[in-house]
């Protein structure tokens, strides 16, 4: 069985650009959630989509956005790059909303010059 | 508002030691704790975890105690390997809409020789 997926692995944008990051969630997953772990940091809970639906979203500015697809894979934007946005991009996935361990992918490591 | 503290950024044990990582919480709506273990470069991999009806867990050589009256939570390591040598994240489950994990800022295990 096929773990959760990211893409790309690296991905470089300059200031001011926007990247579009993209993951697929374990078969029979329908929770997909987005962390961000900047250097030296823990994992910040970005956003929690289930079912389609945003469930919850973490204390991120409005540029940070995005969406699940019918089939439970999952996009994250990030629109108006600023530097600080430089970090590695973790999505995770659960069986259901109920369930308790996510599982993760391997990342997508953002840089912004 | 950090809700999850690992207070340890770093931790060096001997192997064949025991390694105890801890992590202390805020919220006692939690309902599940979890720990996971981060090699550089790729995801966090779940370890194992706890209900916050029980106070003990043990799988192998991890070995999960919660002191829901200290709001505190400790993993054990016993024996210490060299690939144990990784970061450490403590997480929190909330429940309902919030039913996303929380993560600590991670403790750094070094197991040496």
């Known amino acids: ?42 994992l910040q809970f970005l956003l929690w989509y289930d079912e389609g639906e945003e469930r919850n ?14 089939n439970y894979s999952s996009e994250l934007n990030v629109n108006a790059l600023e530097l600080e946005d430089s970090a590695l991009y973790l999505c ?3 069986r259901n909303r109920e369930s308790t361990e996510a599982f993760f992918g391997q990342g997508t490591r953002l840089t912004v010059v | 508002d950090q809700q999850v503290k690992q207070n340890s950024p770093s931790l060096s044990v001997q192997e064949g030691r ?43 050589r991890f070995t999960v105690f919660l002191n829901k009256s200290a709001k505190h939570l400790s993993l054990h390591i016993v024996p210490s390997q060299p690939g ?4 450490y994240f403590c997480a929190a489950r909330g429940t309902g809409t919030a039913s996303k994990l929380t993560f600590g800022t991670g403790t750094r295990l070094q197991v040496t020789l």
């Open chain 1, 92 to 94: 995770a996935s659960n």
């Open chain 1, 57 to 70: 979203r973490g204390n991120f500015p409005p540029r940070f956005s995005g969406r699940q697809f019918p």
């Open chain 2, 84 to 87: 144990d040598s990784a970061v």
């Open chain 1, 1 to 42: 069985e096929a773990g959760v997926t990211q893409s790309p692995t690296h991905l470089i944008k300059t200031r001011g650009q926007q990247a579009t990051l993209r993951c697929s969630p374990i078969s029979g997953h329908t929770s997909v959630y987005w962390y961000q772990q900047a250097l030296g940091l823990g």
């Open chain 2, 18 to 60: 025991i390694s105890i990582l801890n992590c202390d919480y805020t919220n006692s709506m939690f309902d599940y704790f979890l720990w996971y273990k981060k090699y550089p470069a790729e995801g966090p991999t779940f370890l194992i975890s706890i209900s916050s009806i029980k106070d003990k867990n043990e799988d192998g």
